[in-house]
């Protein structure tokens, strides 16, 4: 194989990129003269990575500090996507080196070890197919990305969140839902796995920092629908960027849904179904054929909660319709109920009167305690899955069996039927979160 300075500059980062390019479109097969026999993915998530780097770019691959190609202070990252649909969206998160509570406790931001290795990412994303040999995959995106200044703000944000946690001894209790874009996410051969934190006896789950996949897909995804709700000048500012979306409403705090469709030009009738979620949009700034950029990249669940005269939610909140047959083969740990429950929520709060009239009274940022979601959401999650392979879809968990979440129906009507394991039908259905559990997490303050 040639050296790598015969292919590339690694101390030029137009050299850098320039010959990644070169791999869209192609696979390592088609790009490489000699392969290793087996690229192992089931020992080795990094196995496509770990070939690129050895085999295409021409050095090992290591755990060192700095960028992979210090000189030019790019790190690369090899990255799966797969087939939604027609779309390509990313497989998982992206990993981008894992936390040692015992340091990180000492850094700051500005000179952080995170941000002196990922300030400029080389990110090639490869289609991961399943039955595919990996030699096979093709690589489809090459990008060198740099973190938007807005988007680094949040960022910065995020790490300090999870650096904040740590130095309070409290690592034991850090989830990826508290944090927007960027995530300590665990790590670790088993669930059982534990380490050592320096303010606390309490052993912790190993963690990394990584990029949620819904950032991911904010790369991935044509910016041309996405519309950013928060300029960087107003994070420099000073506020976060949770505390400059309530102030987006603050102004229309005590106003019925309809004054403030009318003082912003809103059309649409209190009735339509998209009604609310295009007046929180038009709140933000956010044009109604557009999504936030910000929340796409976080992958914040945005709802719209009633509440009735005496306090209490008018409706559950819903989570996307369950394909049954899916839902049995997941595991609890990488299932989609539990990526639902450890993303952030924002909740636009609307009390009826009497007469039903909706006025906007407050906005709240909420993440579903770890507690709640491992213990009560993952029963169940794990009841509904054992029923399921009973074939007892009538008898789902409802809200009087669990103090979370239960399933109910959501389809269209009764006649909207979707295949079981068992080869039968049966009415669509999906978790919902007990309208009991939201009321007791809907606080008068604006964050939780």
């Not at 003082?263 to 999504?291: E, P």
Request: glycine letters at 6%; a neutral charge; aromatic letters at 10%.
């Amino acid at each position: 194989m040639e050296e790598a300075g015969q292919r590339y500059d690694p101390a030029n980062r137009a050299s850098i990129v320039a010959y990644a390019e070169q791999l869209v479109g192609h696979s390592l097969r088609e790009v490489l003269d000699t392969l290793p026999e087996v690229i192992d993915f089931s020992s080795h998530k990094g196995g496509f990575g770990t070939t690129l780097e050895r085999h295409y770019f021409g050095y090992e691959p290591n755990n060192r500090p700095e960028p992979d190609f210090a000189a030019a202070g790019v790190e690369l990252k090899a990255t799966p996507l797969r087939r939604s649909g027609r779309r390509l969206v990313a497989k998982e998160r992206l990993v981008l080196g894992m936390i040692d509570y015992m340091t990180i406790v000492s850094e700051e931001w500005e000179r952080s070890s995170f941000l002196r290795k990922n300030a400029h990412l080389l990110l090639v994303f490869y289609l991961h197919e399943e039955g595919c040999d990996p030699r096979d995959f093709v690589v489809k995106i090459v990008r060198l990305w740099e973190f938007p200044e807005a988007d680094l703000e949040v960022i910065r944000d995020d790490w300090q969140k999870i650096v904040d946690k740590v130095r309070q001894g409290r690592a034991h209790e850090i989830s990826e839902g508290d944090t927007l874009y960027l995530a300590a996410c665990t790590k670790g051969a088993t669930g059982a796995d534990r380490r050592g934190q320096p303010f606390s006896t309490e052993p912790a789950k190993p963690r990394a920092l990584s990029l949620k996949a819904s950032y991911m897909n904010s790369i991935i995804a044509d910016s041309l629908d996405r519309q950013a709700a928060v300029s960087a000048s107003e994070l420099r500012s000073g506020g976060t960027f949770e505390d400059i979306v309530h102030g987006r409403f603050l102004p229309y705090i005590g106003l019925t849904a309809d004054e403030i469709a009318s003082r912003l030009g809103v059309r649409i009738k209190r009735g339509a179904k998209n009604f609310y979620a295009v007046l929180t949009k038009r709140i933000l700034g956010i044009a109604a054929d557009k999504k936030v950029a910000e929340f796409e990249k976080a992958g914040l669940v945005v709802r719209t909660i009633r509440l009735k005269p005496n306090g209490t939610p008018k409706e559950a909140v819903s989570f996307p319709a369950f394909d049954y047959c899916d839902l049995v083969e997941q595991q609890w740990e990488s299932s989609d109920l539990r990526g639902q429950l450890t993303r952030r929520f924002f909740f636009v709060v609307y009390q009826l009167d009497e007469k039903g009239v909706p006025t906007l009274i407050r906005t709240q940022f909420w993440t579903p305690p770890t507690h709640d979601v491992e213990y009560h959401a993952r029963e169940c999650f794990e009841r509904t899955v054992e029923l399921i392979r009973e074939d007892k879809t009538d008898y789902l968990p409802r809200s009087s069996d669990n103090e979370v979440c239960h399933v109910r129906p959501h389809g269209r009507d009764s006649h909207d039927l979707v295949p079981t394991p068992g080869g039968g039908l049966a009415v669509r259905k999906s978790f919902w979160l007990n309208q009991s559990y939201v009321a007791r997490h809907l606080v008068g303050t604006q964050d939780s």
